[in-house]
């Protein structure tokens, strides 16, 4: 996720690498797993103004999606539809910014993808929902929250295709410490998601729930948990958590990620008791966009195995799970293509990580009988 050249992101500083492969059987009733992919927005300006193009040609063009590196179009949105069906997903996470104050003519083209999303009248039984970018220029001054909330409800959230977790349709929150900066308090946060779910129950929903991106508590430097909880969110995740313990200069092994993932979500468990939903790192390599001097390399089957992991993780960890029956994850993500975190078929990789990703469902459904 790149923007202006500045990108925001959750670092994770010391952890423990702790594997946690169960043979755990799941309870009957069990439901197959809902699994949602973030989607970045930001493939939809052609023109030489797109940063986001930014060394994406030369030693990455095998980065580019078999489609074509932009969905400015509806058959090519739909094409990204068809194709995350066919992988087992349920629902894209869409990157959506507030562009209202912004100049930039290629920022004007966020939230397009979206919007031919919402237009596609044969979505496979693909749903969506929001993540809510509030950092820099993107966050949303409190003297535009209410009118925003009512936008949120009334252009998404009512639409039987929005995603819900436990019957509350679902947004992520970006960063909680830009939304620490614009409401100033945990008072002031608690407040802006009340409105928010004050104008949710207005237009009939049970409410929203609010999941934020998080990193589990103050011993890693960024959140402290305890105050989220205060903060009214309805729960935690992430977008993804790269430069975990281990991680050195240059290439890196994807098992470190698999490894620290998984030490994350365990210390998700200790620091809170509000719900958590896992995210899948499918990979970072940001490269092309010089975000960081470390990169992973990866596989299709080692993305197959943390999937697993995660899913077997959630068996064992029926405390903070969002919904009772139904393993729900996260996956980061369908097209991240310059931070190398993308499953999207691409000119390299073929369809080899979508595969990947479907077969590693299959098997975890049909060795727990799972329907």
């Known amino acids: ?51 986001h193009m930014h060394g994406l040609t030369g030693q990455f063009a095998a980065r580019e999606p078999l ?15 068809v194709w995350a069906h066919r992988a087992l997903l349920n629902f894209f996470v869409f990157d959506w910014y507030d562009t209202s104050s912004d100049a930039n003519s290629s920022d004007k083209t966020l939230n397009s993808a979206l919007g031919y999303f919402i237009k596609d009248e044969h979505k496979l039984g693909m749903k969506y929902a929001l993540l809510y970018v509030n950092n820099g220029s993107f966050s949303i001054a409190p003297s535009k929250w209410k009118a925003q909330c009512r936008a949120w409800v009334h252009d998404f ?63 890693y430097g960024w959140s402290d948990i305890s105050r989220l909880a205060k903060e009214g969110y309805s729960g935690f995740t992430g977008y993804n958590y790269p430069g975990m313990s281990g991680t050195l200069k240059g290439e890196n092994a994807y098992a470190i990620i698999q490894q620290g993932s998984i030490s994350i979500f365990n210390d998700f468990t200790k620091g809170s008791t509000l719900p958590y939903i896992p995210v899948v790192m499918t990979g970072w390599d940001p490269r092309p966009w010089k975000e960081t001097d470390f990169w992973y390399k990866r596989s299709p089957q080692q993305l197959a195995q943390l999937v697993t992991s995660t899913l077997d993780w959630w068996l064992a960890s029926p405390g903070v799970r969002p919904v009772a029956n139904t393993p729900v994850i996260l996956l980061e993500a369908w097209n991240e293509l310059g931070e190398g975190s993308f499953i999207v078929p691409t000119k390299g990789d073929g369809y080899s990580y979508s595969t990947a990703l479907r077969s590693a469902v299959t098997r975890w459904d049909r060795s727990h009988n799972v329907r």
Request: hydrophobic share 45%; glycine share 8%; net charge neutral.
């Open 1 to 51: 996720m790149k923007f202006r050249h500045i990108y925001s992101m959750c670092l994770l500083a010391v952890i423990a690498l702790v594997s946690t492969s169960t043979a755990l059987a799941a309870a009957p009733g069990t439901k197959h797993p809902v699994l949602g992919i973030y989607y970045f927005d930001g493939w939809a300006d052609p023109t030489s103004a797109n940063f």
């Open 67 to 81: 489609s074509g590196w932009y969905d400015n179009s509806a058959r090519l949105v739909h094409q990204q539809i």
């Open 157 to 219: 959230f009512v639409d039987r295709n929005y995603q819900t977790i436990d019957g509350m349709p679902l947004i992520v929150v970006f960063s909680a410490e830009d939304m620490d900066k614009t409401w100033s308090t945990p008072q002031g946060v608690a407040g802006a998601w009340s409105t928010l779910q004050s104008e949710a129950k207005k237009a009939g929903l049970p409410g929203v729930f609010v999941a934020c991106c998080a990193l589990p508590g103050p011993q």
